[in-house]
Structures are given as structure tokens and as C-alpha cells.
């Protein structure tokens, strides 16, 4: 049974991530537009400020620059919030990153709904629907902390664009220290046999709490954590249903173009299964706190539970 | 000398805003009049002829294509990669270490590039004749997703080239490479938002190796910069954004061009960005392709093609 160590954001995890590929990989740049605080990338830049490029309100030109600055293998990290990281600048990105194959990190920070109080100008649900479309382009979305950190390792060691997606709250941090993390590798953090529940980012925690509910109620719940949306682990996913023959998603994102959806196509090609699906439906989000957002938005523990039990 | 009186820093001109400086004497300069040319000034002015002769090749045949942006920068493209530029053909990679670096953000003028990659030996000649066609590396606008060589950089969408080549110079700096990036920038292109973003960059973080070309040809699809969307003065919106000017009054005469660009050369490293803004003829070398925005991105019909071609005999052998 996994258990909260303590609550952190995981833009801290990410900063923390950055720090040390600072240390240990002098290839490792970062640009940030005007928001290194919010970022965490301000201890990024303040050990190597040789290495940190700040590029001011102009995210359009971030992406390009980062483009370039992969000319003799650096490795750029962009920072900005998820809104502004992705529509914002979604041409400069498939244009000049994805279509150009340039080795380029996109770091998003303040997705979804749990960003609070800012509102639904900022509280971008569509990010990682417009991500994963995009040839070639690596989709994460890690659930807490260390998770993050890790993440933000690996993908300095992976060759190719990548979409890194994390938020502002702080959330419990329930996964081991120094994990290793493995791009596109599902894991497997509770055995059941009932219902297969795939969840992404913050929906992890709340997916395990339910499944823990659920426990209690008689009712065998797999909870399976999808850190990466693409490429997605099908060979995972399709032994877990297999297995239970039911399958539940959960993700802080739109129902249309997210995690739910990339695997309610695997199924439907490979093992055409019931399922049910815990996102944003079709909807903008608005100001309050990260609760009562998760509430109000349906994307709470109790949400999942009550989307497992319409199977029974 | 015939290149001192033709380019001039932008302080010693400054035009009215809303005069119109791209007069059409311009399209006089074909066959280019340049005295004391030397050889191997006179070889790339036939070089230029066999490019221009590949660009309308190259879009008839495909019946597609933009030939009046890349007649107008054939000069540009000769000069910077006959006199300028430094580089290795033969063994092209991503990262070009110790060697200048070239970006194309107006993309649309794939054909000019394409012929002149080809001309200066990154890949065959024969190639040209795939433009556009299922299955080639020449795809409509250049990418590098086919693996050209040559290319760094996917273009076509516009605006975007700026940035990237700023990019790549601060890469050239981190790198400790003292060669420089030169980019290639429609003046319609201006319009779109992202160039001043990359403009204020530059100017503010003195980003002294790069040299942005602006292909100053008064026309874009729907007509008349000016009367689409007014540009002002390219060369005081660059200077007030921290980069030093220079301007090609004659971007279709090949000398004034190698010239201007060696100066911007010698500006370059001094703390400051350097813009050019180079007036050319939309069309240059075809008559009946000059004086108008109509040939943008139209290919010209088999009687327009035997009309073109006969303009612009054979110097270097056809594809």
C-alpha cells in the first residue's frame, strides 16, 4: 500500500530534476519565459546562469530558439506553463521541433484544473491531446514528486522532442526516492482482478484511494499509472484487461484527445472492452481551489469509485 | 567602385515611412552591368543564370512551386554560398562545427535553395528534377525530415526562422565556434508576430553572430506589402530593436550583394545583431515575371517556360 511521504508540487520535482542534470550534464540547457520562479528553475539558474537563457513574455520565440540551440547537441529544456508551452506556440512546435526532429524538452508546468484560482484562461485540459498527435513527440505525465524528478532525468537521456506535463499544487508524494523511471513502461502499483484502472498525473493518488475504497468493498481493483500517454504501453494495458475485462481511465485533462481515449483505442483495435472514463467533459474549467475544482470537475476518488461500480 | 556607392549603413539613409522605396529601375539590372567584375564574380553571375533556369524548370514541372521570391534571392543564394559562406558540401551534418550555418525562414523559396544546394555540390544535381514529386527529399518546402543536406531547419510556415537562427548562434557562442548563421526572411513575413519577439531577443542579448537577410521585394500573395499591411521602414524597426542595419539597394546585382554581405560580415561581432535589408525585384531575370506579385506562387505554362528559358540560356548544363 503506497502512502503519502509528504505533500509536494511536482514543478518542484521537475526543478529539483533540472538541478541535477545541471550537475550532471553539461549538454542540459534551459530558457524559460518569464516564469522561472513558478517553474522552479530559479535554482537552475542560479548555479548555471551560463547555461539558463531567459527569454522574456514570448514563448513563440522560445521554441524556436530552443530549436536552434540543438545545433552541436545541446540539450534545451523549455519551461513555461502547460497553456503557454503548448497552444500558444503549437506551430512553432510541430513546425520547428517535432517535424524538424530537434532534441528539445518541453517542460509544462500548471496543467489543468488543480492550477486554482488563476482560472480557465490558464487551466489548459487540451495539452495532452494536442501533444500526442504530433509525429514523433513523447508524451509524460508523471503522478507526484519523485516521479517528476525522475522523469526529468530520463528524458535528457531519451533522443527526441518530448511533452513533459506536471502542476502546481502540492500533492502527495507516494513513489519511491530515486526511482528509475523508463519512458513508455506502465507500472504496475496494485494487483486486482476485477477492473482495470489506468491513470495519469495527479488522477494517480486519487485512483489509488479509490481502489483502496473499493478493496473494502469487496471489489479487486489493478491500478495501473500510464506516466507515459506516448508511446503508450499496449502490451501492458492489454494484459491488464485481459485479465479483468474492464477497463476505468483517469486523467485531469479533457475526455476528448486524452488518455482515455488513446487507450479506448488500443482496446477497441485489440480487445474491444467496456469502459469508463474519469476526465473533464467538454468543458472549460474556472477559478476556486485545486479541491474544489477536482470536485466540482468530477476527478475525486469518489468520482472513480462511482465510475467502477456502474460496471456492477 | 561599383559596390561603395550601392550599399550604405541605414543611418546615412533613412527613408520617409510611407515613401515607397522599392522602385522598379530595380529590374533594369538584368544582364547585370557591374564594371570590374572578376572571374570569379563573372562566374557566379552565370551561375545565377543556370539557377534561375533550374527555379523555372523546376516549378513548370510540377505545374507548382514559388518562382518570384526565388528569382529575386539568386543573387543572395549565389553570393552567400559562392563568396561567403564557409562549409563543407561533402560532409554535411546537423551541427556544422566550425562552419557557417545558413537558415531559411521564408520557405516557399524551396526552388532557388534546392538549386543552389545542388549547384555547390551537398547533393546531385539530378536530384532537382524530383521537386515536388512523391518520394523526394525536395519536398515543397525544405524540411529535414527527408534528410536533405543542406537544410537545419523545416521552413514554411513563416516567422519562425528568426528564432531558430538565433538558436543556433547562441549554440555557435556556447560552443565556442566563431563561424556565424546568416538567415533569409521574406518582407511579408515581417507581419507575423513571432520575428519581433526574435528581433527583440537578438538586439537585447546582443547576439552579434548572426546576420538576418530581409528580402525587401515590396510584395507578397494578395499584392503590395504597403497595401496589404504596411511594413514602415524595415531598417529603423530593426535599429530600434538594437540591430545594426545595412541595406542592398541592388539585391539582384551579384557584386553589390557579395559586397554588402561582407561588410555586414565585418559589422558582425561588435555587439549587435545585423539585419539587411535587401531590395530585389519579385521575378528578377523573366520580364514577364517582374513588376508584379502575380508570380509569387504560380508556375509558368509550356509557352511562358519557352519564353523564360529563352531569356536565360544555359550556362552550367540543365538537370
Known sequence: MFTDQGAKDTRSGFGAGLLELGKTNPKVVALCADLTGSLKMDAFEKEFPDRFYQVGIAEANMMGIAAGLTIGGNIPFTGTFANFSTGRVYDQIRQSIAYSGKNVKICASHAGVTLGEDGATHQILEDIGLMKMLPGMTVINPCDYNQTKAATLAIAEHEGPVYLRFGRPKVANFTPENQKFEIGKALLLKEGTDVSLFATGHLVWESLQAAYALEREGISVEVINIHTIKPLDEEAILKSVAKTGRAVTAEEHQINGGLGESIASTLSRNLPTPMQMIAVNDSFGESGTPDQLMKKYGLKDENIVAAVKRFF | ?319
Open chain 2, 1 to 319: 567602385m561599383w559596390f561603395t556607392s550601392l550599399c550604405f549603413t541605414f543611418a546615412a539613409k533613412k527613408t520617409h515611412h510611407n515613401s515607397r522605396p522599392f522602385s522598379p529601375i530595380i529590374s533594369m539590372n538584368f544582364p547585370p552591368n557591374s564594371i570590374n567584375m572578376n572571374q570569379d564574380l563573372q562566374d557566379s553571375v552565370n551561375f545565377c543564370q543556370q539557377v534561375r533556369r533550374d527555379i523555372v524548370r523546376m516549378v513548370h514541372a510540377v505545374n507548382s512551386g514559388h518562382p518570384g521570391g526565388s528569382l529575386g534571392c539568386t543573387e543572395f543564394f549565389v553570393a552567400l554560398y559562392r563568396h561567403v559562406m564557409t562549409y563543407d558540401a561533402k560532409n554535411f551534418d546537423m551541427d556544422g562545427k566550425g562552419e557557417d550555418l545558413f537558415f531559411l525562414s521564408n520557405g516557399h523559396i524551396s526552388p532557388v535553395y534546392y538549386s543552389v544546394l545542388a549547384r555547390c555540390g551537398f547533393f546531385p544535381v539530378e536530384e532537382l528534377k524530383t521537386f515536388r514529386k512523391i518520394n523526394s527529399r525536395l519536398q515543397g518546402h525544405p524540411t529535414t525530415h527527408e534528410g536533405l543536406p543542406g537544410i537545419r531547419i523545416a521552413s514554411g510556415s513563416l516567422g519562425q526562422g528568426l528564432s531558430v537562427a538565433i538558436g543556433a548562434a547562441l549554440a555557435k557562442k556556447r560552443n565556442a565556434d566563431k563561424k556565424l548563421v546568416f538567415s533569409l526572411h521574406g518582407d511579408g513575413e515581417l507581419q507575423e508576430g513571432q520575428i519581433w519577439e526574435a528581433a527583440m531577443y537578438a538586439g537585447s542579448n546582443k547576439v552579434d553572430n548572426l546576420i538576418a537577410t530581409i528580402d525587401a521585394n515590396g510584395r507578397q500573395i494578395d499584392g503590395n506589402t504597403e497595401d496589404v499591411l504596411d511594413l514602415g521602414n524595415i531598417g529603423e524597426k530593426f535599429a530600434a530593436f538594437g540591430w545594426e542595419v545595412v541595406t542592398i539597394a541592388a539585391g539582384n546585382d551579384l557584386p553589390t550583394v557579395v559586397n554588402v554581405l561582407k561588410q555586414a560580415i565585418d559589422l558582425s561581432g561588435r555587439g549587435k545583431p545585423v539585419c539587411i535589408v535587401m531590395r530585389t525585384e519579385m521575378g528578377a531575370g523573366v520580364d514577364f515575371m517582374m513588376g508584379s506579385h502575380k508570380w509569387h506562387g504560380v508556375a509558368p505554362n509550356d509557352e511562358q517556360l519557352e519564353s523564360a528559358l529563352a531569356q536565360l540560356p544555359e550556362t552550367m548544363g540543365d538537370y
